[in-house]
């Protein structure tokens, strides 16, 4: 019962295929192998963009780091949400690669940011003129830090106010897949066709190994993306080993098939927590988290047979009392099974 995060499951088997497949033979290095060519074309037809620049990473941080370097100079500021990954969880990675470029922190409850909080954090940036940092990114999480959607609505009104205010749009995707399964839409809708401008397109929490696309709507970003991937350590060499990953996530769906399995993983999660009256829900639950209050009793019992989450926040001061509620983070990832799910509720 290992549900702490979706990266702490296996990669897929098909995905460890189209690896061991990829390593026959010589090719071209650092993406001019031709299944990177594919790939492209692959990442191009999903989204419904021709023009659209593809490239790849190795991990989530890089990816929404080098791509917010690409369209933040370092004067500016990157608006986000405070629970926001690349506040949070990346060691400050985008203001090292965006050269000292800021995070502007937007409140808005379920770790979504609301349109008048970003308006009013828009509108109070730059006021200064040369004394300020100026108005550089937006970044969405989707799938948010807590588990819940922003729908479409909802991000459209986030990039209107942006590109009002002349600020360039990023979608941090590390759990794209599940965002657009819960939502029920195209990758183009979850984007561009909702002023989304560049996307980090996550594979690693969904089944791959370690493999995240970075997208520009925009083609003319890709040099710099280029030459900013490269500077920054993370043009592989072999990097027929990322393009062979997502050559294998996307074929024949796997990668909306995953999300699928994760996703109703996490709604019978939700909907058996809610039926046992013994759990409360810190967050909606719309994808693959769930964000829940335990009693003690019950984690405990939960320990005894090997079971494991983060608590949420990490280490609670703890009363010792059986009744006393304790916060969880649970997750679910393209392996979980229907039985885990039972087992687990069977405690409760
Ligand atoms: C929302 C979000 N963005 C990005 C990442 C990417 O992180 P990593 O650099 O660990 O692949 C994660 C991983 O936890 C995440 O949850």
Request: proline share 4%; hydrophobic share 40%; with cysteine.
């Amino acid at each position: 019962m290992f549900f702490t995060s979706d990266n702490a499951a296996p990669a897929h088997p098909a995905i460890m295929d189209a690896m061991l497949s990829a390593n026959t033979g010589y090719t071209s290095g650092y993406g001019a192998e031709d299944a990177m060519t594919s790939v492209q074309q692959s990442i191009r037809d999903l989204f419904e963009a021709p023009n659209a620049a593809v490239f790849l990473v190795s991990t989530g941080t890089a990816a929404n780091a080098l791509a917010l370097a690409t369209i933040t100079k370092p004067w500016e500021t990157i608006f986000c949400h405070r629970n926001a990954h690349i506040e949070e969880d990346e060691c400050g990675a985008p203001e090292f690669y965006a050269n000292g470029a800021k995070l502007t922190l937007v409140d808005g409850p379920d770790a979504m940011m609301t349109p008048e909080n970003l308006q009013s954090a828009i509108e109070y940036t730059g006021r200064l003129g040369v004394h300020n940092v100026q108005r550089g990114s937006l970044s969405i999480t989707n799938v948010t830090e807590v588990g819940t959607v922003y729908s479409l609505e909802q991000i459209r009104a986030l990039t209107k106010i942006a590109d009002t205010g002349g600020v360039k749009t990023h979608l941090d995707g590390a759990r794209f897949a599940n965002a657009m399964v819960a939502l029920d839409c195209t990758p183009a809708e979850l984007t561009w066709k909702s002023g989304i401008d560049c996307v980090s397109f996550g594979g690693t929490k969904n089944g791959c190994l370690g493999v995240e696309a970075v997208i520009f709507f925009d083609p003319d970003l890709a040099w710099e993306f280029e030459l900013r991937r490269k500077r920054g350590g993370h043009l592989l060499s072999k990097h027929r080993m990322l393009s062979a990953q997502m050559q294998g996530y996307l074929a024949d769906d796997l990668w909306i098939d995953l999300a699928k399995q994760a996703n109703t993983m996490g709604q019978k999660l939700a909907t058996g927590l809610a039926n046992t009256r013994n759990a409360e829900f810190m967050h909606p639950s719309h994808a693959n988290m769930i964000f829940a209050s335990l009693p003690r009793a019950i984690h405990d019992k939960l320990a005894a047979q090997g079971s494991k989450y983060y608590f949420w926040p990490a280490d609670p001061a703890s009363t010792g009392d059986a009744n006393e509620m304790l916060s969880a983070r649970l997750v679910c990832n393209w392996s979980t099974t229907d039985k885990l799910i039972d087992q687990f509720l069977d405690n409760f």
